[in-house]
């Protein structure tokens, strides 16, 4: 028996926050980008296609509502916020870890957002070239193109800060 559409979602929930929290360089705002995508998710599960990967129709949507609310905040001049240095503080042995964690972090957000985006899709959420160009909507070339420049930013932007 195959899983339920809900059991697929929820599945796939965890890869989802990490792309979001990715997307949009700050925790909270990932996760708030992660419940917008898993309310449209629901509101039109009739769209999606029955044995074709949820987790690819759910990341496209999830960038579909990022590119949308990066316009908006385009439109009115916001931008996201930076994590406070304040959080990377922690007493469990793993604050080295922690900051070099954050260093990424921040380097990610530095990236040009279709860099980030393919550096995401393919280092961090192991999808093939080809699955992370169907989810941008993309040439499989250019997708190989923005991960090559955003792997090379990221590595340079990582050397500097050392």
């Known amino acids: 028996m195959h899983p339920t559409f809900e059991q697929q979602a929820l599945d796939a929930l965890p890869r989802l926050r990490r792309f979001a929290a990715g997307l949009a360089g700050h925790p909270a705002d990932g996760d708030d980008l992660c419940q917008m995508t898993i309310e449209r998710a629901l509101a039109n ?4 296609q029955a044995g074709t990967r949820i987790d690819s129709w759910m990341y496209r949507i999830m960038r579909n509502i990022w590119i949308d609310e ?34 990424v972090d921040r380097a990610l957000a530095m990236l040009p957002p279709e860099q980030r985006e393919a550096v995401l899709l393919v280092m961090v959420e192991g999808f093939s070239y080809r699955e992370a160009a169907e989810i941008v909507n993309c040439p499989v070339g250019t997708l190989n193109s923005r991960l090559v420049r955003g792997r090379d930013a990221l590595l340079a932007i990582l050397e500097q800060s050392a």
């Open 45 to 48: 599960r009739d769209k999606f």
């Open 70 to 103: 990066q316009r908006a905040r385009n439109r009115r001049n916001q931008t996201f916020v930076v994590d406070e240095a304040g959080l990377l503080v922690g007493t469990d042995g793993a604050q080295e870890a922690q900051v070099e964690l954050a260093n």
